[in-house]
């Protein structure tokens, strides 16, 4: 997503206008999901997709009428007809695509769009959240206002407003709220805006979310296999280590950061957000105390902290007893990961991201296959009593 918005940059520096079409809704089986986008040059070049096909070609010409008027228009593309027996594909559903100009025309009292597209590049750089949100369709005395954006970050501040005639009280507060909503959820949505007779919009709710990090405290031997096993699935690695021949990038070459120096001073620096994962693999007892002193406060979305049934309760019970309170504690997963049985460097590092990812997206660890064998299998012992 960054890579798009820095070709939108790119080509408003040049004084040049381009297209951004945005799957806005989806109904039945289509090929991508909502939010997905497809950047279209004045030359046609595109850069990314919104599913290919006869679809994606009238969304393409329709993104280079919308670079000659400067005007969005929504774009329905139906998939339902393109099903054919002797057909391969699987999709049979309508998609909505708004396909929004971006240029530098200043609309009075805004900022421009360059403003946003860098605002934008600018959180995912410093790995923050933003939300785009856009009218995508209004009514009455508001049709004028398709277009319009306005950006929230984390921190609730906005950038941009919508200039609606008569816009309903608190309307930026509910617009804001829905960003915090969307950044928790990883998700866009339409917000539907009443307004007074034959007014109304649509605005859409766009979540730019920088990848999780995954902050590895020690550099021993787990977590070099726990970095390379959490840069496939598209985590930021941070690890740190007093040694800076175990926190080496001949041992971590794809860790974002190799931060050597004291555990606990180091984590109690680092910046960590609602989307960083902290593992705390060190070699020693006292590490692990002062890491996790370091951090059980702080809005980590997972802390783990490796080590036996023994070592963990020897951390708790010292941090506990200097005040740390226990259900603060009981949000450390310790020992670390999901029972999956390894014992190798490579399998215990399996076992924590597994547990990372099950939590992360509200997984229950339970085989898949589970609930379902009876069923099958009650099933098959029908189809013998039938023969």
Same mark, same amino acid.
């Given at each position: /997503?960054?890579?798009? =918005?820095?070709?939108?940059? @790119?080509?408003?520096?040049?004084g040049e206008t381009v297209a951004m079409a945005t799957i806005v809704k989806r109904k039945g089986s289509v090929p991508r999901e909502v939010g997905a986008k497809m950047l279209v040059h004045r030359g046609g070049?595109?850069?990314?997709?919104?599913?290919?096909?006869?679809?994606?070609?009238?969304?393409? &010409?329709?993104?280079?009428?919308?670079?000659? +008027?400067?005007? #969005? +228009?929504?774009?329905?593309?139906?998939?339902t007809e393109e099903i054919a027996m002797e057909s391969q594909g699987v999709c049979g559903g309508i998609f909505d695509v708004f396909v929004q100009p971006w240029h530098n025309n200043l609309l009075p009292g805004q900022p421009t769009m360059q403003d946003f597209a860098s605002a934008i590049n600018d959180a995912l750089e410093g790995e923050q959240a933003v939300v785009? *949100?856009?009218?995508? %369709? %209004?009514?009455? *005395?508001?049709? *004028?206002?398709?277009?319009?954006?306005m950006l929230v970050y984390e921190n609730s501040e906005t950038l941009g407003t919508f200039m609606l005639p008569d816009a309903p009280a608190g309307l930026t507060q509910r617009l804001i709220d829905a960003a915090h909503n969307a950044i928790s959820t990883g998700k866009p949505h339409t917000?539907?805006?009443?307004?007074? +007779?034959?007014?109304?919009?649509?605005?859409?709710?766009? #979540? =730019?979310?920088?990848? #999780?990090?995954?902050?590895i405290a020690g550099a021993g031997h787990i977590a070099a296999p726990l970095a390379s096993l959490a840069h496939l699935m598209n985590f930021l690695v941070s690890v740190t280590d007093d040694r800076a021949s175990f926190a080496s990038r001949e041992r971590f070459p794809t860790a974002k950061q190799l931060l050597v120096g004291?555990?606990?001073? +180091?984590l109690r620096n680092y910046p960590i957000t609602p989307r960083t994962h902290i593992v705390l693999v060190t070699r020693a007892h006292a590490h692990d105390v002062q890491g996790l002193r370091a951090i059980i406060d702080s809005p980590a979305a997972y802390i783990g902290m490796i080590g036996?049934?023994?070592?963990?309760?020897?951390? =708790?019970?010292?941090l506990h007893e200097e005040g740390v309170p226990a259900e603060k504690l009981a949000r450390v997963r310790a020992p670390i990961g999901l029972d999956l049985g390894g014992s190798t460097p490579e399998e215990i590092a399996l076992c924590i991201m597994a547990e990372?990812? /099950?939590? &992360? @997206?509200?997984?229950?660890?339970? *085989? /898949?296959?589970?609930?379902? &064998?009876? &069923?099958? /299998?009650?099933?098959?012992?029908?189809?013998?009593?039938?023969?």
């Open positions: /997503m960054k890579e798009l =918005f820095l070709e939108i940059i @790119h080509e408003l520096e040049s070049v595109i850069s990314g997709t919104v599913g290919g096909g006869c679809g994606e070609a009238e969304v393409w &010409r329709s993104a280079l009428n919308v670079i000659d +008027t400067k005007r #969005p +228009t929504i774009v329905q593309v139906d998939l785009l *949100a856009t009218i995508i %369709a %209004a009514g009455g *005395a508001w049709r *004028a206002c398709i277009g319009q954006q917000e539907n805006i009443p307004g007074s +007779t034959n007014a109304g919009a649509e605005i859409f709710i766009e #979540p =730019f979310v920088p990848n #999780p990090v995954l902050l004291d555990i606990e001073s +180091t036996s049934q023994r070592r963990v309760w020897a951390v =708790f019970k010292l990372i990812i /099950m939590l &992360r @997206h509200g997984g229950t660890g339970v *085989a /898949m296959s589970e609930p379902l &064998r009876g &069923r099958y /299998m009650e099933r098959l012992r029908r189809l013998d009593e039938d023969l």
